[in-house]
């Protein structure tokens, strides 16, 4: 387990929901990763992540998939591209990353409480 933290710190952490536009291969990555393209509503509007997420996922079938991501982390590059929000996910038993979502369909750019 993580070390602990207050409340006040998660506040902190800005999650929301939004919906794949796009998505495609990065071959340039240095493990295999698929780039998307998300819409969190007219307040954040759309934004860009890499996610190693190829075990479960195939380009194609991702736009329109709803997914939860932190969206207040700084940009990072990752190689030639720049990540503006943190997808989330879990690992299943064998390493292989599962894409949180929300099991009904809500508005881009909801908040979790």
Not at 24 to 37: D, F, G, N, S, T
Not at 69 to 87: D, H, T, Y
């Amino acid at each position: 387990m993580a070390e602990p933290i207050d409340f006040d710190d998660f506040l902190k952490v800005d999650i929301r929901t939004g919906t794949i536009l796009r998505a495609e291969p990065y071959p340039e990555a240095r493990k295999p990763a698929i780039k998307m393209w998300i819409d969190f509503g007219p307040e954040l509007g759309e934004k860009k992540s890499s996610a190693q997420i190829t075990a479960h996922y195939d380009p194609e079938t991702l736009p329109g998939k709803q997914v939860i991501a932190v969206v207040n982390f700084p940009p990072r590059q990752i190689g030639k591209f720049m990540s503006e929000c943190l997808v989330l996910g879990v690992s299943d038993e064998n390493g292989g990353i599962v894409l949180l979502s929300p099991d009904h369909p809500v508005s881009n750019g909801s908040r979790m409480h």
